[in-house]
């Protein structure tokens, strides 16, 4: 397999991985994903492996961390989740593993795929539950209803998983703040030890896209922060600790899988449409999974596209990344923008904590546009 020049020995300590199999495709979704085709899935699974082992022969890969994402990897069958976590279990040094998160949706999980995940070692479950209403529901075109989302839930707890993030989201097209309410307080009364709030986004090439282009939906930013605002006041009086812009965990539960990409550390990206970034060199495989598994068995390299960073490319990402979690970014980042700093700490945006520049409440609201501005 040639895949160009990524040698370096640094050990990389994140892997993800992209399974894009999804039993329905959701019409706000900009992830690539297909329908699962059963014909197909366990070659895809034989085709990650060998990406794997290639990426072993050039690369330290010793993941502290490894994010099953998607998709909807529960989407593969219980015996092709076996054979490929055993797989990484195999070929992988994971003595220094400290959280290994598998994504899950409510209508693919059953207590022999929770079980089975954790005896393999995965100790965190994201589960993409988005909304406990009904026509919320429905209008996202999820697969599952909100009893399936509490059994899952259920499920996961009977199965021994003690780390469960739950997957939200608001902004959505004729969502009230009230139903809002009640999807929180619904979440925080099942009691996981993380949650993920996500603003709706209208991404090109989605069907959400093209029915905001009619008219039919309409983006409000002033409604998009006080969701967010809601979910500040109501989650962080719950115990949990509003920890990076989308994000909230009980004390020790923050992600550190993306901690790693919000402080900028290198990680592994295996599967279609994944990136990686090792050094300065960011990589993306093809999407298309047939094409995927064609190359990487025939011996071929899944690399699609290659960008060259540099450190100050580097750096502003890092900036914008920092600037969204709880720690903020080191002053001195800042100082070659004094002028800008000075004008959003006197909006109130922005304060000094300790040496390091972090976002105010107000400053949260309005978190893109202060990052943009350093960068
Ligand atoms: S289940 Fe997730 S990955 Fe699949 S289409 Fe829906 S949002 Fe996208």
Not at 79 to 104: C, H, I, K, N, P
Not at 324 to 333: K, L, M, Q, Y
Request: glycine share 8%.
């Amino acid at each position: 397999m040639s895949s160009g020049a990524i040698h370096n020995c640094t050990p990389i300590i994140h892997l993800y991985v992209h399974i894009p199999f999804c039993a329905r495709i959701c019409p706000y979704c900009a992830f690539y994903k297909e329908r699962a085709d059963s014909s197909q899935t366990q070659r895809f699974c034989e085709a990650l492996l060998c990406e794997l082992d290639e990426r072993c022969t050039r690369l330290r890969v010793e993941p502290k961390t490894i994010f099953i994402g998607g998709g909807t990897p529960t989407a593969l069958t219980t015996s092709q989740l076996e054979y490929l976590l055993g797989g990484f279990r195999d070929r992988l040094d994971l003595s220094a593993m400290r959280e290994w998160t598998v994504e899950a949706n409510p209508g693919s999980v059953s207590p022999g795929k929770a079980e089975l995940l954790r005896s393999l070692g995965v100790n965190r479950i994201s589960l993409g539950v988005q909304s406990w209403e009904e026509e919320l529901l429905e209008l996202l075109g999820r697969e599952h209803n909100a009893a399936q989302a509490d059994a899952s839930f259920h499920i996961l707890r009977d199965a021994g998983f003690t780390n469960v993030n739950i997957d939200l989201m608001f902004g959505l097209p004729g969502q009230t703040l009230a139903q809002w309410e009640a999807t929180l307080k619904k979440t925080i009364a099942l009691g996981p030890e993380h949650i993920s709030a996500y603003c709706l986004t209208y991404e090109e090439g989605t069907e959400f896209f093209a029915r905001q282009a009619r008219r039919e939906f309409r983006e409000d930013t002033d409604s998009d922060a006080r969701f967010l605002e809601r979910a500040m006041v109501r989650l962080e009086s719950a115990g949990f600790e509003h920890y990076e812009i989308s994000n909230y965990a009980r004390d020790g539960y923050a992600s550190s899988h993306n901690g790693g990409y919000w402080a900028g550390e290198d990680y592994l990206g295996i599967g279609p449409s994944a990136f990686s970034t090792v050094g300065l060199e960011r990589y993306q495989n093809v999407s298309d999974y047939r094409s995927y598994s064609d190359l990487v068995l025939a011996g071929g390299s899944p690399i699609g596209s290659t960008e060259a960073l540099t450190a100050e490319i580097k750096r502003g990402e890092r900036i914008a990344l920092s600037l969204r979690t709880v720690r903020g970014i080191p002053s001195v980042e800042l100082n070659r923008w004094p002028n800008q700093r000075r004008e959003f700490e006197e909006l109130g945006l922005l304060r000094e904590v300790e040496g390091n520049c972090v976002l105010t409440r107000r400053g949260k609201l309005l978190a893109d546009s202060v990052a943009e501005a350093f960068i």
